[in-house]
Protein backbone atom coordinates (compact mmCIF):
# COMPACT_ATOMS: atom_id res chain seq x y z
CA UNK A 1 0.00 0.00 0.00
CA UNK A 2 1.58 3.33 -0.52
CA UNK A 3 0.40 6.97 0.62
CA UNK A 4 1.01 10.01 -1.40
CA UNK A 5 2.27 13.11 0.54
CA UNK A 6 -1.25 13.97 0.79
CA UNK A 7 -2.21 10.99 2.20
CA UNK A 8 0.69 11.57 4.54
CA UNK A 9 -0.52 14.82 5.54
CA UNK A 10 -3.14 14.11 5.86
CA UNK A 11 -2.91 11.45 8.76
CA UNK A 12 0.03 13.08 10.45
CA UNK A 13 -2.95 15.17 12.20
CA UNK A 14 -4.17 11.57 13.51
CA UNK A 15 -7.76 13.03 12.02
CA UNK A 16 -11.15 10.66 12.12
CA UNK A 17 -10.65 10.03 8.17
CA UNK A 18 -7.39 7.98 9.20
CA UNK A 19 -8.06 4.79 9.42
CA UNK A 20 -6.42 2.51 11.76
CA UNK A 21 -4.45 0.70 9.04
CA UNK A 22 -3.08 3.88 7.58
CA UNK A 23 -2.16 5.06 10.88
CA UNK A 24 0.18 1.68 11.55
CA UNK A 25 1.50 2.16 8.46
CA UNK A 26 2.39 6.45 9.63
CA UNK A 27 4.35 4.74 12.51
CA UNK A 28 6.45 2.52 10.26
CA UNK A 29 6.99 5.91 8.11
CA UNK A 30 7.90 8.46 10.86
CA UNK A 31 9.36 6.02 13.49
CA UNK A 32 11.53 3.46 11.90
CA UNK A 33 15.08 3.62 12.77
CA UNK A 34 17.14 1.04 10.84
CA UNK A 35 15.05 -2.16 12.12
CA UNK A 36 13.52 -0.61 15.05
CA UNK A 37 9.91 0.26 14.47
CA UNK A 38 7.96 2.13 17.82
CA UNK A 39 4.69 0.22 18.31
CA UNK A 40 1.23 1.53 18.43
CA UNK A 41 -0.20 0.55 21.54
CA UNK A 42 -3.34 -0.78 20.91
CA UNK A 43 -6.12 -1.74 23.45
CA UNK A 44 -4.82 -5.61 23.17
CA UNK A 45 -0.77 -4.57 24.08
CA UNK A 46 -2.30 -2.37 26.73
CA UNK A 47 -4.41 -4.99 28.09
CA UNK A 48 -1.04 -7.14 27.94
CA UNK A 49 1.68 -4.22 29.71
CA UNK A 50 -1.69 -4.38 32.65
CA UNK A 51 -1.11 -7.68 33.15
CA UNK A 52 2.30 -7.44 33.64
CA UNK A 53 1.74 -4.98 36.37
CA UNK A 54 2.39 -6.22 40.51
CA UNK A 55 -0.33 -3.98 41.83
CA UNK A 56 -0.66 -4.72 45.46
CA UNK A 57 -4.01 -6.02 46.74
CA UNK A 58 -4.54 -2.59 48.74
CA UNK A 59 -4.12 -0.38 45.29
CA UNK A 60 -6.47 -2.83 43.42
CA UNK A 61 -9.27 -2.10 46.05
CA UNK A 62 -8.28 1.92 46.29
CA UNK A 63 -8.39 1.61 42.12
CA UNK A 64 -11.93 -0.41 41.95
CA UNK A 65 -13.47 2.15 44.69
CA UNK A 66 -12.43 4.86 42.65
CA UNK A 67 -13.39 4.18 39.70
CA UNK A 68 -16.99 4.53 40.33
CA UNK A 69 -16.56 7.72 41.65
CA UNK A 70 -16.96 11.28 39.97
CA UNK A 71 -13.97 12.48 38.16
CA UNK A 72 -12.23 8.73 38.06
CA UNK A 73 -10.11 9.52 34.84
CA UNK A 74 -7.67 11.60 37.20
CA UNK A 75 -6.33 8.31 38.91
CA UNK A 76 -3.31 7.72 37.11
CA UNK A 77 -2.69 3.99 35.73
CA UNK A 78 -1.20 1.00 37.41
CA UNK A 79 1.61 1.20 35.08
CA UNK A 80 1.91 4.59 36.12
CA UNK A 81 1.96 3.52 39.54
CA UNK A 82 4.46 1.27 39.46
CA UNK A 83 6.81 3.47 37.58
CA UNK A 84 6.73 5.78 39.90
CA UNK A 85 7.64 3.72 42.83
CA UNK A 86 10.29 2.32 41.37
CA UNK A 87 11.92 5.55 40.71
CA UNK A 88 11.11 6.59 43.97
CA UNK A 89 13.20 2.82 45.11
CA UNK A 90 16.03 3.96 42.30
CA UNK A 91 16.41 7.29 43.78
CA UNK A 92 16.48 5.58 47.57
CA UNK A 93 14.20 8.60 47.94
CA UNK A 94 13.15 9.36 51.86
CA UNK A 95 11.09 12.92 51.22
CA UNK A 96 8.80 13.28 48.51
CA UNK A 97 6.39 15.69 47.52
CA UNK A 98 3.26 15.10 45.51
CA UNK A 99 0.72 17.41 44.07
CA UNK A 100 -2.55 16.64 43.48
CA UNK A 101 -3.39 13.45 45.19
CA UNK A 102 -7.08 12.62 44.42
CA UNK A 103 -7.61 9.45 46.30
CA UNK A 104 -4.47 8.25 46.70
CA UNK A 105 -3.44 5.98 44.39
CA UNK A 106 0.01 7.18 43.07
CA UNK A 107 0.39 8.16 46.72
CA UNK A 108 -0.39 5.41 48.35
CA UNK A 109 1.89 3.59 45.54
CA UNK A 110 5.09 5.87 46.79
CA UNK A 111 4.21 5.72 50.51
CA UNK A 112 4.05 1.65 50.18
CA UNK A 113 7.23 1.66 48.97
CA UNK A 114 9.31 4.27 51.11
CA UNK A 115 11.33 3.46 54.40
CA UNK A 116 9.33 3.77 57.85
CA UNK A 117 11.70 7.02 58.15
CA UNK A 118 10.21 8.31 55.05
CA UNK A 119 8.06 11.01 54.33
CA UNK A 120 5.18 12.33 52.07
CA UNK A 121 3.79 15.60 51.52
CA UNK A 122 0.51 15.04 49.89
CA UNK A 123 -0.93 18.18 48.85
CA UNK A 124 -4.88 17.98 47.99
CA UNK A 125 -7.23 20.95 47.84
CA UNK A 126 -10.88 18.52 47.38
CA UNK A 127 -11.55 17.48 50.89
CA UNK A 128 -13.97 14.14 49.77
CA UNK A 129 -11.67 12.60 47.73
CA UNK A 130 -8.75 13.30 50.12
CA UNK A 131 -10.72 11.15 52.52
CA UNK A 132 -10.67 8.26 50.60
CA UNK A 133 -7.28 8.63 50.57
CA UNK A 134 -6.78 8.76 54.26
CA UNK A 135 -8.53 6.08 54.41
CA UNK A 136 -6.68 3.70 52.22
CA UNK A 137 -3.40 5.32 53.92
CA UNK A 138 -4.41 4.07 57.16
CA UNK A 139 -5.55 0.78 56.08
CA UNK A 140 -2.08 -0.06 54.22
CA UNK A 141 -0.62 1.18 57.73
CA UNK A 142 1.52 4.02 55.96
CA UNK A 143 -0.61 6.88 57.73
CA UNK A 144 2.61 7.85 59.93
CA UNK A 145 4.66 7.84 56.58
CA UNK A 146 2.15 10.98 54.25
CA UNK A 147 1.71 14.34 55.44
CA UNK A 148 -1.77 15.37 54.97
CA UNK A 149 -1.67 18.81 53.65
CA UNK A 150 -5.80 19.92 52.80
CA UNK A 151 -6.03 23.12 50.46
CA UNK A 152 -3.87 24.57 47.46
CA UNK A 153 -0.91 23.07 46.49
CA UNK A 154 0.93 26.90 45.89
CA UNK A 155 0.36 27.59 49.60
CA UNK A 156 1.46 23.46 50.53
CA UNK A 157 4.66 24.16 48.26
CA UNK A 158 5.46 28.11 49.24
CA UNK A 159 4.71 27.14 53.48
CA UNK A 160 7.60 24.31 52.97
CA UNK A 161 9.55 27.18 51.46
CA UNK A 162 9.16 29.93 54.13
CA UNK A 163 9.46 26.33 57.22
CA UNK A 164 13.61 26.52 55.06
CA UNK A 165 12.95 22.94 53.54
CA UNK A 166 14.60 24.10 49.68
CA UNK A 167 16.75 21.08 48.50
CA UNK A 168 15.39 18.85 50.78
CA UNK A 169 13.20 16.46 48.77
CA UNK A 170 14.31 13.76 46.82
CA UNK A 171 11.57 13.26 44.71
CA UNK A 172 8.51 14.97 43.76
CA UNK A 173 5.07 14.30 40.99
CA UNK A 174 2.79 17.21 39.55
CA UNK A 175 -1.09 16.24 38.63
CA UNK A 176 -3.03 19.13 39.85
CA UNK A 177 -4.45 21.65 37.90
CA UNK A 178 -2.84 21.62 34.25
CA UNK A 179 -2.79 25.79 34.01
CA UNK A 180 -0.63 26.03 37.28
CA UNK A 181 2.41 23.33 36.28
CA UNK A 182 4.58 25.91 35.23
CA UNK A 183 3.63 27.83 39.20
CA UNK A 184 4.49 24.31 40.52
CA UNK A 185 7.50 23.39 38.76
CA UNK A 186 9.39 26.85 39.52
CA UNK A 187 8.11 26.12 43.55
CA UNK A 188 8.91 22.20 43.44
CA UNK A 189 12.73 22.95 41.88
CA UNK A 190 13.39 24.59 44.62
CA UNK A 191 12.18 22.10 46.92
CA UNK A 192 13.72 19.37 45.47
CA UNK A 193 17.56 18.96 45.93
CA UNK A 194 20.35 18.58 42.54
CA UNK A 195 20.09 14.99 41.19
CA UNK A 196 16.24 14.35 42.71
CA UNK A 197 13.81 13.79 40.50
CA UNK A 198 10.07 16.06 39.58
CA UNK A 199 7.80 13.73 37.83
CA UNK A 200 4.78 16.12 35.35
CA UNK A 201 1.87 13.93 34.60
CA UNK A 202 -0.97 14.64 31.73
CA UNK A 203 2.17 15.66 29.40
CA UNK A 204 0.44 14.53 26.12
CA UNK A 205 -3.33 14.99 27.45
CA UNK A 206 -5.07 12.14 25.53
CA UNK A 207 -2.77 13.14 22.67
CA UNK A 208 -4.11 16.23 21.90
CA UNK A 209 -1.45 18.32 22.29
CA UNK A 210 0.48 16.90 19.30
CA UNK A 211 -2.18 18.23 17.10
CA UNK A 212 -1.63 21.79 16.27
CA UNK A 213 -5.18 22.49 15.33
CA UNK A 214 -6.37 21.96 18.55
CA UNK A 215 -6.12 25.66 20.23
CA UNK A 216 -7.94 25.37 23.53
CA UNK A 217 -6.96 26.79 26.70
CA UNK A 218 -5.73 23.34 28.47
CA UNK A 219 -3.99 22.36 25.18
CA UNK A 220 -2.02 25.71 24.97
CA UNK A 221 -1.54 25.83 28.37
CA UNK A 222 0.26 21.91 28.22
CA UNK A 223 1.93 22.66 25.07
CA UNK A 224 3.80 25.63 26.51
CA UNK A 225 4.81 23.97 29.76
CA UNK A 226 6.23 21.37 27.80
CA UNK A 227 8.58 23.64 25.73
CA UNK A 228 9.29 25.24 28.72
CA UNK A 229 10.87 21.72 29.92
CA UNK A 230 12.18 21.09 26.77
CA UNK A 231 14.19 24.60 26.97
CA UNK A 232 15.03 24.52 30.73
CA UNK A 233 19.04 23.77 30.93
CA UNK A 234 18.43 22.98 34.69
CA UNK A 235 17.24 19.55 34.11
CA UNK A 236 17.36 16.61 32.43
CA UNK A 237 14.30 15.24 30.64
CA UNK A 238 12.68 12.30 29.03
CA UNK A 239 9.03 12.32 28.20
CA UNK A 240 7.86 9.05 27.94
CA UNK A 241 4.15 7.86 26.86
CA UNK A 242 2.53 5.97 29.69
CA UNK A 243 -0.86 6.58 30.65
CA UNK A 244 -2.08 10.39 29.72
CA UNK A 245 2.11 10.96 29.11
CA UNK A 246 4.47 11.57 31.77
CA UNK A 247 7.94 13.71 31.44
CA UNK A 248 10.64 12.58 34.23
CA UNK A 249 13.00 15.68 34.95
CA UNK A 250 16.32 15.05 36.98
CA UNK A 251 17.56 18.70 38.49
CA UNK A 252 20.95 19.27 37.42
Same mark, same amino acid.
Given at each position: ?24 ? #? ?29 ? /? ?14 ? /? ?5 ? /? ?7 ? /?? #? ?59 ? #? ?100
Amino acid at each position: MMIGGGGLARICNFGEEASAAEIRL #LWRVKYAYGNKEVISLTPRVYDYVLSNVREP /QILRELREETASMRGS /QMQVSPD /QAQLLAMLV /QM #LGAERCIEVGVFTGYSSLAVALVLPETGCLVACERDGKSLEVAKKYYARAGVSHKVNVRHG #LAIDCLESLLINGEAGSYDFAFIDAEKKMNREYFKLLLQLVRVRGVIVVDNVLWHGRVADPLVTDAKNVSIRSFNNDLFEDKRVNISMVPIGDGMTICRKL
